[in-house]
């Protein structure tokens, strides 16, 4: 079983900067893919940052590239999202999510949620203009 605890959620302005982080627990947990996805009133949950069990490879949707960095430290089994220069459009709750799949965020496919199979409860940001 995994388990993964978001946290360093908050209210910030337009700008500004968070750090999110999501511990994890459980047997082989540093063999997993992490996602980071958010969700949005009134939207679909979508993927918004991936980072392969080894950090070797990351994955970012376009809108935030340049600005989120997803990071991992897999000696205390924590991950992270840096997001800087914020908008408001990036409000929402942003779940953690791990994968234990084989090409999960190196796939263009694996950015989907049937690709999770454990998740977080959730943080939420809100970045006021």
């Known amino acids: 079983q995994v388990q993964l605890v978001e946290s360093g959620g908050g209210l910030v302005q337009a700008g500004d900067s968070l750090r999110l982080s999501c511990a994890a627990s459980?047997?082989?947990?540093?063999?997993?893919?992490i996602g980071w996805f958010r969700q949005a009133p009134g939207k679909e949950r979508e993927f918004v940052a991936g980072?392969?069990?080894?950090?070797?490879?990351?994955r970012y949707i376009d809108s935030v590239k340049g600005r989120f960095t997803v990071s991992r430290d897999n000696a205390i089994k924590t991950v992270y999202l840096q997001m800087n220069s914020l908008k408001p459009e990036d409000t929402a709750v942003y779940y953690c999510?791990?994968?234990?799949?084989?090409?999960?965020?190196?796939?263009?496919?694996?950015?989907?949620?049937?690709?999770?199979?454990?998740w977080g409860q959730g943080t939420q940001v809100t970045v006021s203009s």
């Open positions: 999510a791990a994968s234990g799949r084989l090409g999960a965020v190196l796939l263009d496919q694996s950015t989907g949620r049937g690709w999770y199979d454990y």
């Open positions: 459980g047997r082989q947990i540093n063999a997993y893919a």
């Open positions: 980072i392969t069990w080894n950090g070797g490879s990351t």
